[in-house]
């Protein structure tokens, strides 16, 4: 069944009170993959239920692991140990998930058996070569379809072996993949990363008890005899929060707390973006959580001007982009993206949709190879296409908050894939949206 989405964002409005977004979208994907490699009972809290999350869980039932849940966000998973999966019956499909692809390419390159991967419209475009490369120099087998795209067949009993990567990209999935088919790996596999990305891989690594070497921006990782369940806390996905820092920054008369957010410090990026233009956010009841700091965060309305965003802090906010345009399209002057041309390949070519879409909304917004260039200004109404891009579908809800008509927007049934209830709460905190379902 395809089920098409649109929303519908009146404008105006601010954002007040007090909210939980839902679970770190990475953090969930990990806890099934580690926590059903593992010796054990793994329990985790705060599980993320959307789609993209959810699709990892159901691969690992499919490759025998019983897993309870999620009820309310808890999960229970029965560990089966690194060598304990059994052969899927069917491909696994992975929805819209590049992680559960990227990762689980890794994890299943050092099985001993065959796997298919597939995935909806926008994962078979995305490139795959990224870590069909390094993990064929491991020794994996892997075919593809045309250009290193899904679905892609992994062949089992591959033997694999460690290498020394020097990523070109700087990818937490690249990096993460080859990390878990480090786990199966003869020798040391070593990662070298070009700019720090999210860690969550190695923190929880080490959460099960598997050694993990870290020297400046090189992970090692050699094969050992087990990970050992753990229990784990999900804690609020800042990508989701992102959505309300910039909506509560823009809307005029808001103030907004969201508790227990993940601010682990290579996710940090559009905290320190939005400071840089100007905005009013304070961290509080700051703490560590299954090893992950955590956050409550305070957001009021804010003047915000324009920057140049700093290079080094793109792989920070990676996916966060989106709504940081809807944050310059509001700031005063201009505002310059470089270095971010991964945003090109994410589940859209966010560059281009989001240009496309500021510029139906009256935005003078102009994309470039890399980045993009726009100057603060009225946002007006209109109709807009997220190409079944989750967060390009938030980004425009969220300038419903400082528009000057009401905004449509197609195609939002993708924000179930890392933000289930998104419209719900939204609307509690004070945006004008309303949602329509055609099946
Ligand atoms: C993720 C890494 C990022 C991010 C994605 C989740 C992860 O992708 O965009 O949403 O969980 O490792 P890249 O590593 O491709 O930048």
Excluded: W
Aim: net charge negative; aromatic share 4%.
């Amino acid at each position: 069944m395809t089920q098409s989405i649109t929303f519908t964002v009146q404008p105006g409005g601010h954002l007040r009170g007090e909210a939980r977004v839902p679970g770190d979208k990475s953090i969930s994907h990990r806890s099934i993959m580690l926590g059903s490699l593992a010796e054990g009972i793994t329990h985790v809290s705060g599980f993320l239920e959307g789609e993209d999350a959810l699709a990892t869980l159901r691969s690992f039932q499919a490759m025998g692991v019983e897993i309870e849940g999620p009820i309310n966000g808890n999960v229970t998973i029965h560990g089966v140990g690194l060598d304990g999966l059994t052969a899927p019956k069917d491909p696994l499909y992975l929805g819209n998930s590049g992680t559960s692809m990227r990762l689980l390419c890794g994890l299943l390159a050092g099985q001993k058996f065959d796997a298919v991967l597939t995935g909806d419209e926008s994962l078979s475009g995305r490139p795959m070569k990224r870590v069909i490369d390094p993990l064929s120099q491991m020794g994996a087998v892997i075919e593809s379809a045309d250009q290193g795209r899904a679905p892609l067949t992994i062949r089992g009993q591959a033997g694999l072996h460690g290498i020394h990567y020097d990523m070109p990209i700087a990818s937490a999935q690249v990096k993460s993949c080859l990390l878990l088919a480090g786990l199966y790996a003869e020798g040391v596999t070593s990662v070298v990363e070009p700019a720090p990305t999210r860690d969550h891989t190695e923190r929880m690594l080490v959460g099960f008890s598997y050694p993990v070497k870290k020297e400046g921006s090189q992970v090692s990782i050699s094969r050992q005899v087990k990970l050992t369940a753990t229990d784990i806390d999900v804690p609020s996905d800042i990508s989701s929060a992102a959505f309300f820092l910039v909506g509560a920054s823009i809307a005029p008369d808001s103030d907004l707390t969201l508790k227990h957010v993940g601010v682990n410090p290579t996710r940090t990026g559009i905290i320190d973006i939005l400071k840089l233009m100007g905005a009013d956010i304070e961290l509080s009841n700051q703490r560590t959580v299954g090893g992950e700091p955590v956050a409550d965060i305070r957001v009021q309305s804010a003047q915000l001007k324009g920057i140049a965003i700093p290079e080094n802090l793109v792989a920070l906010a990676i996916d966060e982009f989106p709504v940081i345009f809807v944050a310059a399209a509001c700031a005063e002057g201009e505002t310059v993206l470089t270095g971010a041309k991964e945003l090109r390949v994410k589940e859209s070519d966010r560059i281009q949709v989001m240009a496309d879409g500021l510029k139906t909304l009256g935005v003078n917004a102009k994309p470039t190879e890399d980045g993009m260039i726009i100057q603060g200004g009225v946002i007006g109404g209109g109709k807009v296409i997220s190409h079944h891009d989750h967060r390009i579908a938030m980004a425009f809800a969220i300038a419903g908050l400082r528009a000057n008509d009401a905004i449509l927007i197609d195609d939002c049934a993708n924000v179930n894939t890392s933000f289930p209830g998104f419209v719900t709460l939204a609307s509690q905190l004070g945006l004008d949206i309303s949602s329509e379902e055609k099946v």
